[in-house]
Nanobody, 124 residues
């Protein structure tokens, strides 16, 4: 049974850090790229970061470069998003999603399978 489950969201002050996890089952991280997306209230869902399947190459949106780091542990079937120097504008529901092999252009419609999301709130 194919499933993606996000965890690690919460409330954090500006400048703080969080680490999100995406546990995947029913598919192999050697065959699927995993992307992180976010959706803020009233806004469209946008790509944040992605890690490809075999080579593990990474992509980041300009808005998070230098602050967020994506990684994966194939043995644990888990992809992580380390988020540092968080800003109020990072507040959103964060989703992980799977796409065969490569990250593509991190477009929402490129990704086949989605998790339910985890809320991240950055506020003082």
């Amino acid at each position: 049974q194919l499933q993606l489950v996000e965890s690690g969201g919460g409330l954090v002050q500006p400048g703080g850090s969080l680490r999100l996890s995406c546990y995947v089952s029913g598919l192999s991280l050697d065959s699927y790229a995993i992307g992180w997306f976010r959706q803020a209230p009233g806004k469209e869902r946008e790509g944040v970061s992605c890690i490809s399947s075999i080579a593990g190459s990474t992509k980041y949106a300009d808005s998070v470069k230098g602050r967020f780091t994506i990684s994966k542990d194939n043995a644990k079937n888990t992809v992580y998003l380390q988020m540092n120097s968080l800003k109020p504008e990072d507040t959103a529901v964060y989703y992980c999603a799977a796409e065969q092999l490569s990250c593509g252009n991190m477009g929402v419609y490129e990704y086949d399978y989605w998790g339910q999301g985890t809320q991240v709130t950055v506020s003082s």
